[in-house]
C-alpha cells in the first residue's frame, strides 16, 4: 500500500536501531584473534561482510533475497544445489604430504594431489570469496563426546550452505563460541566457482580436496551441500583411528530402554535410516558414528535424508522434522501452494531434507552412550535374491562381510543408475574411506570379540528371484527380524547351514514364512537358484581378492566357498 503522496508504506520497526537493517549493518561479531586469523587468511575485511552463526531466520532471509530460494508449506526452505545434484567422487582429492602419506589408503577413491596445486586452488577460492558481498562462517563440533570431538568452521558464500552446516554440525552454546578458539578443521566452500581444469592434477571444473597438514578444504566448481557433509566424515575416518585410537563407522545407530545399543551398516537403499528409526527406540543417530572405549556418539548434529517419494505414512518421523529451520534440497514443489513434491524426480531422484537432530522427536540427545554396541546389523540389498533375510556372522565373518560391502546400487543414489547394480563398497563406505580398510575391520573384530557383540547380515533385498522376477522383501518381515534382534529371540533361536555362503541362519522366527528364512524354499527353479548363488560366491570372491593379503587367514576363510 502507499501513502497518497506516493511515499511507500514501511513498517515503522524496519527502521528502529534494534531490529533487522541495523543487525545487518554489522560487519560481524569478529573480533581478536578470530578477525586477526580472516584478515591472515587474505580476506578483504574492509568490503566482505562476514555472518558469522546467523540464526536460521537470517539465513532465510539471505537465501530468499540472493538466491532464489523459497519457503515450504511446512516452514522448510527450499533450495537448489545448481547442475550438480549429488557427490563427485571422481573429483576427490587428498593431498599427498609428509605427515599423513603412510597413512592413506591411494588409489581410485583417494587420489594424490600435490601441495603446490591444494594452494592454488585455496588461493581461488578465497579470491571468490572476496568477491561476494556475504561471506558465511559457521562454527561447530563433530562428534558429541567431548574426548574425541573436533572444531570445524565452514566459510561459504550462500546462505542456503551456512543453514545446511548449521544443521549437520552440533551447534555450540553461546559460552562455547565465544571460546571456540582456533578450529581443527577449515572448508573453504567456493563451490559456485570453477576450478582451473588446466591447473596439474585437475580433471574437471569441479574439485573437492582435504590437505590432513593444514587441515583445511577446498570446494570449487560443485554447490552440493552434501560434499561438506562428507568432508568433515572423511577427517573423522582419519582422526579417529590415527589420533584417538577409535573406530569411526558409516553407519546408524539407537538404544533401547536398557541401554542396549544397535549399530546399523548400509548404503544408500538398503534400509539403513528406516530401520534405525524405530519409535521404540532412542536414536543416536542415522549416518556417522564413533564406536569408543567409552561407548558409541554420533559424529553430526543433524539428519540428511532421502526423500524422493517420502510420506508422513511410511516415515513420519522424517516427515515431521521438515519444518522452520529444515532445508529441503532440489525438491519439486507447487508454485502455488509450496507444498512439496515427494514423487517428483524431475531435478533428481537423490532429493534430500537435512535438519537438526533435534527435530526427531525420539533422538536421544546429547547423541552419547555410555556402552558398548550389544547387536550389529550388517544391510544389504541383494539384486540376485540367494542371499538369507537374516544371517548370524561369527567376528570373522562379520570382518569378511564388513570389507566386501556387498550391495546393490539402487535407482537415485548415482547418476545412470536405473535399475539395481551388484556393487561391493568395501566398509559399507568405499566413496569416504581414508586409510586401508583393513585398519577398520580389525578394530570392528577386536571389539566385537571384547564386548561380545552379536553381528547379523540383513538382506533387505530379493526373495523369490533375482531382480525382475522375484520380488523385495516386505518391509513388515524386515522388521519382524529387527525387533526379534533387539529383544533378543532370534540369538535364542535354532539354526542352520546356508550352503556356499557358510551361513548359520534360523529355521523359525514367528510372524516371518519358513520358505523366507531360507531363500532356496522360495525359488521355484532349485537349479537356478544354485546358479545364482555360486555366480554370487564368486563375485565375493573376485570383489575381495583386493583385502586378501592384509588379512589374516580365519578371515579369508570366512566367506562363500566354491568347489
Known amino acids: 500500500m502507499s501513502y497518497a503522496h506516493g511515499t511507500p508504506y514501511v513498517t515503522p520497526h524496519i527502521l528502529h536501531k534494534h531490529y533487522a537493517q541495523a543487525f545487518d549493518a554489522e560487519v560481524s561479531n569478529l573480533v581478536g584473534r578470530d578477525l586477526e586469523y580472516f584478515s591472515q587468511a587474505g580476506f578483504d575485511m574492509d568490503r566482505i561482510q562476514i555472518k558469522r552463526n546467523a540464526p536460521p531466520a537470517i539465513l532465510y532471509e539471505d537465501a530468499i533475497r540472493n538466491e532464489g530460494a523459497i519457503v515450504s508449506s511446512s516452514g522448510a526452505l527450499i533450495n537448489f544445489s545448481g547442475k550438480k545434484t549429488g557427490r563427485s567422487p571422481k573429483d576427490k582429492r587428498i593431498v599427498y604430504e609428509d605427515t599423513s602419506k603412510d597413512e592413506i589408503w591411494w588409489g581410485s577413491v583417494n587420489i594424490k594431489m600435490d601441495e603446490h596445486t591444494f594452494e592454488i586452488n585455496r588461493e581461488r577460492a578465497i579470491d571468490y570469496l572476496n568477491t561476494r558481498d556475504n561471506v558465511y562462517v559457521f562454527d561447530g563440533f563433530a562428534g558429541w563426546d567431548p574426548k574425541y570431538r573436533i572444531k570445524v568452521r565452514v566459510i561459504c558464500a550462500r546462505a542456503y550452505h551456512a543453514l545446511f552446516m548449521n544443521n549437520m554440525l552440533i551447534r555450540p552454546t553461546e559460552e562455547e563460541l565465544q571460546n571456540f578458539g582456533e578450529p581443527d578443521f577449515i572448508i573453504y566452500n567456493a563451490g559456485q566457482f570453477p576450478a582451473n581444469r588446466f591447473t596439474k592434477g585437475m580433471s574437471s571444473t569441479t574439485s573437492v580436496e582435504i590437505n590432513f597438514k593444514r587441515m583445511e578444504m577446498v570446494i570449487l566448481g560443485t554447490e552440493y551441500a552434501g560434499e561438506m557433509k562428507k568432508g568433515v566424515f572423511s577427517v573423522m575416518h582419519y582422526l579417529q583411528p590415527v589420533k584417538f585410537g577409535q573406530l569411526s563407522l558409516h553407519s546408524s545407530a539407537n538404544v533401547g530402554e536398557q541401554g542396549d545399543v544397535t549399530l546399523f551398516f548400509g548404503l544408500s537403499g538398503t534400509g539403513k535410516t528406516t530401520l534405525s528409526a524405530d519409535p521404540r527406540r532412542k536414536l543416536i543417530g542415522d549416518d556417522e558414528h564413533v564406536w569408543s572405549d567409552d561407548g558409541v556418539f554420533n559424529i553430526e548434529g543433524g539428519c540428511y535424508a532421502k526423500c524422493i517419494n517420502l510420506s508422513a505414512e511410511k516415515e513420519p518421523e522424517i516427515f515431521n522434522a521438515i519444518r522452520f529451520g ?81 550391495t546393490s546400487k539402487t535407482p537415485g543414489t548415482e547418476d545412470g543408475v536405473l535399475e539395481p547394480i551388484p556393487t561391493f563398497s568395501t566398509c559399507y563406505s568405499a566413496p569416504f574411506i581414508v586409510l586401508h580398510p583393513g585398519r577398520y575391520a580389525e578394530m570392528l573384530e577386536e571389539r566385537m570379540y571384547k564386548n561380545k557383540v552379536d553381528c547379523w547380515l540383513i538382506n533387505t533385498g530379493w526373495t523369490g528371484g533375482k531382480f525382475g522376477t522375484g520380488k523385495r522383501c516386505p518391509l513388515k518381515y524386515t522388521r519382524r527380524i529387527v525387533d526379534a534382534v533387539h529383544s533378543g529371540e532370534l540369538a535364542k533361536a535354532e539354526f542352520e547351514n546356508f550352503g556356499v555362503f557358510n551361513l548359520q541362519i534360523p529355521t523359525a522366527l514367528e510372524g516371518v514364512p519358513r520358505e523366507l528364512l531360507n531363500p532356496k524354499l522360495a525359488w521355484e527353479n532349485k537349479e537356478a537358484f544354485e546358479r545364482e548363488v555360486r555366480k554370487l560366491g564368486g563375485m565375493f570372491q573376485k570383489a575381495f581378492a583386493l583385502y586378501e593379503s592384509d588379512v589374516e587367514e580365519k578371515v579369508r576363510l570366512a566367506g562363500p566357498q566354491i568347489a
Open 326 to 406: 529444515s532445508v529441503l534440497e532440489n525438491v519439486v514443489y507447487n508454485p502455488l501452494t509450496r507444498v512439496p513434491d515427494y514423487d517428483d524426480a524431475a531435478i533428481t531422484e537423490n532429493t534430500r531434507c537435512a535438519y537438526p537432530i533435534e527435530f526427531i522427536s525420539n533422538a536421544e540427545i546429547p547423541c552419547f552412550v555410555k556402552s558398548q554396541p550389544k547387536n550389529i546389523i550388517m544391510l544389504t540389498c541383494d539384486a540376485f535374491g540367494v542371499l538369507p533375510p537374516v544371517s548370524k556372522l561369527t567376528p570373522e565373518q562379520a570382518s569378511y562381510h564388513f570389507l566386501a560391502g556387498y
